[in-house]
């Protein structure tokens, strides 16, 4: 079964991907402000420079959607080097450091561009993580129509920018609405001390105020740790849990938007970047831009394709009633404002914006 799986997302991925492509005119998206100029805008005049650049693969080995853009010759090499006409070139590695320490890796110049995950740096820039506020964003789509709003754009632009960072587009890293585990969970009393595995602040916080007893674990820890009895269930996306074999241990996959929404981003050392030529600039940002809409398109059958593997197998997939639904949005208020105290002077401005994307 999971070999047939694996063969449909491929296909899936592959005629996703290739539809994108099909369409290589720049964005009309607006840029951040510091990015120099509007998307859409042609090309610089060549000046004639080369560059070749270390990238930080985050997301290896994943060839989900999120992931294999980041690949050696996938679609993030292939579109900059077309973009640059050959002169920017990568040199792409697998997972140089932990996800936590990846902001400050490339911030300090040591990779100057990575495929971020900006949930592993949520303590530190809470604000950056709204999407996983509990109960908002109900699907990707939303998302990221959400982060190529002008407005917030500007915001990623400004926060990253102050950590070193120049922000070049958004990554989507999946829909978290799924709870891999031991049992049902289809009532908010289910969570009671429940020992389940989260990832970020904003959900370890959320799932507290459920009852539950939140642990923080590497993805890749997650089945043993199952296994072994450290966590009872793992909260993650349906691609994800597959890949790392939550299938072997989960008895149900429960259904509940208490973090909707792994965030992720395509980053460049804000050092690196401002020493680019003008024309190569050009090229990163239309390259990330580009990337970016073929991930999100390839996200969405993707997860279509997970869906009806969850549908057709033996691990029922359960949700709670709509009563249980208020219940738990209402104990999980507090996440919003607790959020709010961290998040700076930009929170408030992050949910008047991101409230315009979510019905």
């Known amino acids: 079964m999971r070999k047939l799986l694996l063969v449909l997302v491929t296909l899936v991925l592959v005629g996703t991907l290739a539809a994108c492509a099909a369409d290589t005119a720049p964005t009309t998206t607006p840029s951040a402000p510091s990015a120099g100029s509007a998307a859409g805008s042609p090309m610089p005049e060549s000046s004639g420079e080369t560059a070749t650049w270390t990238m930080n693969w985050g997301y290896a080995p994943a060839m989900s959607a999120d992931g294999a853009a980041g690949a050696p010759d996938g679609r993030f090499e292939q579109t900059l080097l077309e973009k640059s006409g050959g002169r920017f070139k990568l040199d792409i590695r697998e997972s140089m450091v932990p996800r936590e320490q990846e902001l400050d890796f490339i911030a300090s110049n040591k990779a100057q561009l990575g495929d971020m995950s900006i949930t592993y740096v949520a303590g530190t820039y809470p604000l950056l993580d709204f999407g996983a506020l509990p109960f908002r964003f109900t699907d990707l789509y939303q998302y990221e129509a959400c982060m190529n709003d002008p407005e917030m754009i500007a915001i990623f632009d400004e926060v990253l920018r102050d950590a070193g960072i120049q922000y070049l587009a958004s990554l989507p890293s999946g829909n978290m609405k799924f709870i891999w585990g031991k ?29 539950a007893a939140p642990v923080s674990i590497p993805g890749p820890e997650m089945a043993d740790a199952m296994y072994r009895g450290v ?44 020493a680019l030529p003008p024309d190569l600039q050009w090229a990163l940002r239309e390259t990330a831009r580009e990337v970016s809409r073929q991930q999100y398109y390839a996200a969405v059958p993707e997860f279509a394709a997970y869906s009806a593997w969850a549908g057709s197998s033996d ?37 008047d914006i991101s409230a315009k994307y979510i019905p």
């Open 183 to 211: 049992e049902e969970l289809t009532t908010v009393a289910d969570f009671k001390d429940y020992k389940l595995r989260t990832t970020g602040a904003i959900a370890t916080k959320a799932f507290q105020l459920l009852g």
């Open 315 to 351: 691990i029922p997939m359960v949700s709670p009633n709509q009563a249980e639904v208020l219940k738990a949005r209402e104990l999980t208020a507090a996440t919003v404002d607790d959020w709010l105290q961290t998040a700076g002077p930009y929170g408030q401005d992050v949910i």
């Open 231 to 274: 966590v009872d269930a793992c909260v993650t996306t349906l691609d994800y849990g597959m890949e790392q074999g939550l299938d072997s241990f989960s008895k149900a996959i429960s259904v509940w938007s208490v973090m909707p929404v792994i965030s992720g981003a395509w980053c460049a050392s804000a050092e690196a970047y401002d």
